[in-house]
């Protein structure tokens, strides 16, 4: 294998702080697809996910859990529904899997940071500043945004403290200059501008040491300070191939990476800290990093806190992991943010896979058993639309290998289906349940199956690298091993006779109606339980109130500070109000929470005339799960707080416009 025939690609090494969502598989999809496409092209590929697993936050879950921390993300990681199994089920095809609680990689951390101490990249000061705790990031005050962490826009604290710095700033123009010279480096190229305006506007030294995180990977030579966890979690990159450790020893024939793929929000890790940090150590630097949009559900990013996540077990329980890896592969422009819903969903698993898929397939196998007994050869006697399906067929694997190669993942796909069309078209056109009443048009009518089937063959080649359970299935049904599985089999007549055999649908269509209908009925099943666990839990409490108290004021059982603190509560700016023409309780809120827009209905319209409070600063309940209302036609995507006296007088609690949007009680 030639020197340039190699490929190392990464996923972001995910946080086992909870279960993983569909969101985390959108980019580890894509990986898997990008790495079985670059093997089936000959690349000895290296393919390497894993788990992020030091910071304050698994150590604050594992405490609430009452176990240690490692305790905990071996469960997450290891254990049933986890991390690993939820790639196994994906069918995700890494090559390594790296933790940073693996020895190897602590030894190799504690190496880099000792090296870059020593030579003087690292030193010693203290930190004052502002520290973000979700995002586990330090910011001076001139990044937060409006005072608040301006990645998540939560609240940030005040910290000093002695700790360990990492001279970044000394390479802002090596980084600029990098951009300049290898243009491909950060992509799309939309990103690149943001991290170039990031760097001119005063590269800081990054703040590399904490005293307060025992759950860390300890500075060798100072071990009351442990490293911060992004020194720590981008180091895996190159741990996982042995730099620094003798557990592996991949490193000289796989590094540098040839491409990191990371979601947009920790592009800025991977194209400024990390590529600094490869500078002091004097490595070369990853070919590329390619920063992908978010998979949005209900307006907003997916994730636990919002309450918006979709597990990704479920789906492919539902409907079949290939569906899903296809959904997500196909739906979302690479690059941009998509859409999750249930209907876009189905209507790609109805659309693309059960109609132009499945049933170009079943067609083709069934009437190659019905006419021909199941086996058909090319013949000599060409109908007039031959060429075309040929000339269609035939240039798809080169376009797909372009998209691939500049990551248009969805675009490589609508390559291969534009050739499926195709040669469904090709069926209407040639009509061969027409040909078959005709003995003289015999040879015809068996060419005609015989390209059908080829049309079939080589998609099925391609789609191996997006759909593994689903391109064996083709290839069993066209009579092929899965061994011709192969590239090297992509020339249109490589295979010169098909003995085809019925199989099961592909993809069985769904009833579009009553699957949702399904979907409905379960979601209302699964809050209702919630709902009643949650009275049930409140219920001795309330049956102990004396009856007069309870005819006064209604008091709930008590709780700790930290069930308080669970409850997100944010300033927020009325952008539109107007009410619900089928409801006369609800107003239809838009609203600016800081960072996005919101859509909120509250039942005030009894007390406030919609106009009356645009423009005013509310405040709302911003971590409830969004809940669909009027059957569905609006999502609301939090509560607007309000107070209500013993006559039954409501007023919205209403703040001083002084507050901005995004300010959190505390
Ligand atoms: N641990 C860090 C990465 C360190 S890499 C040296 C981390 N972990 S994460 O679990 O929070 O996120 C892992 C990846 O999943 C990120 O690239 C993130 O963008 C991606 N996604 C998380 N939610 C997502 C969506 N809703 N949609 C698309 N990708 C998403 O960040």
Known sequence: M??????????????????????????????????????????????????????????????????????YVDNIVEGEGGVKALWKLMNVSYDRFIRTTDDCHIESCQKIFTKLYEQGDIY?????????????????????????????????????????????????????????????????????????????????????????????????????HTMYVWVDALSNYVTALGYGNSAYNDYDKFWPASIHMVGKEI???????????????????????????????????????????????????RYGVDAIRYFLLREIPFGNDGMFTNEALI????????????????????????????????????????????????????LVAKDMDELLIPQALQEIFKAIQRANKYIDETAPWALAKDESKKDELQNVLYNLCESLRMAAILLNAFLPNTAPKMAEQLGMDAAELDFANLTWGAKTSFTVHKGEALFPRIDVNKELAEL??????????AEAAAKAAEAPKAEEKPAEEAAELEHLPEITIDDFA????????VLECERVKESKKLLLFKLF?????????????????????????????????????????????????????????LTVLQVSESIKPGAQLC
């Open 566 to 573: 669970k409850c997100e509560m944010r300033v927020v700016k």
């Open 267 to 317: 592009l800025r890790f991977h194209t400024i800290l990390w590529p600094a940090m490869l500078m002091a150590l004097d490595l070369p630097l990853p070919e590329r990093v390619f920063g992908h949009g978010w998979l949005l559900m209900n307006g907003g990013k997916m994730s636990k806190s919002i309450g918006n996540v979709v597990d990704p077990i479920i789906l492919c329980g």
């Open 2 to 71: 030639s020197e340039n025939k190699r490929y190392y690609i990464t996923t972001p090494i995910y946080y086992p702080s909870d279960k993983l969502h569909i969101g985390h598989s959108y980019t580890t999809v894509a990986c898997d697809a990008l790495a079985r496409f670059k093997r089936m092209q000959g690349y000895d590929v290296m393919f390497l996910t894993g788990t992020d697993e030091h910071g304050q936050k698994i150590q604050d879950k594992a405490a609430d859990k009452g176990v240690t921390p490692k305790e």
């Open 593 to 649: 929470d800081g960072e996005r827009e919101r859509t909120i209905l509250s039942g005030i319209a009894k007390w406030y005339a919609p106009e009356d409070l645009i423009g005013k600063h509310l405040v709302i309940v911003a971590n409830l799960a969004p809940r669909p209302m009027m059957k569905g036609k609006y999502v609301s995507e939090g509560m607007i707080l309000s107070a209500e006296d013993n006559e039954g007088n």
């Open 520 to 529: 409905a009925a379960q979601d209302a099943a699964r809050k209702a339980e």
């Open 124 to 224: 010693k000061s203290v930190y004052k500043g502002h520290y973000c705790k979700p995002c586990e990031s330090f910011w001076t005050a001139s990044q937060l945004v409006d005072g608040k962490c301006p990645d998540c826009g939560r609240d940030v604290y005040e910290a000093e403290e002695e700790a360990y710095f990492f001279k970044t700033g000394k390479y802002a123009d090596r980084l600029l200059k990098l951009y300049e010279d290898n243009p491909q480096f950060i992509q799309p190229e939309s990103r690149k501008n943001e991290m170039i305006a990031f760097i001119k506007q005063g590269l800081q030294d990054t703040c590399v040491s904490r005293t307060t995180v025992p759950w860390g990977i300890p500075v060798p030579f100072d071990t009351k």
């Open 347 to 398: 209507s790609r698993i109805n659309s693309d896979l059960a109609n132009d898929l499945g049933n170009l397939l079943s067609r083709t196998v069934a009437m190659c058993e019905k006419y021909f007994g199941g086996t058909v050869a090319p013949t000599a006697t060409a109908t007039d639309f031959d060429d075309d399906l040929k000339a269609i067929v035939s240039a798809m694997p080169e």
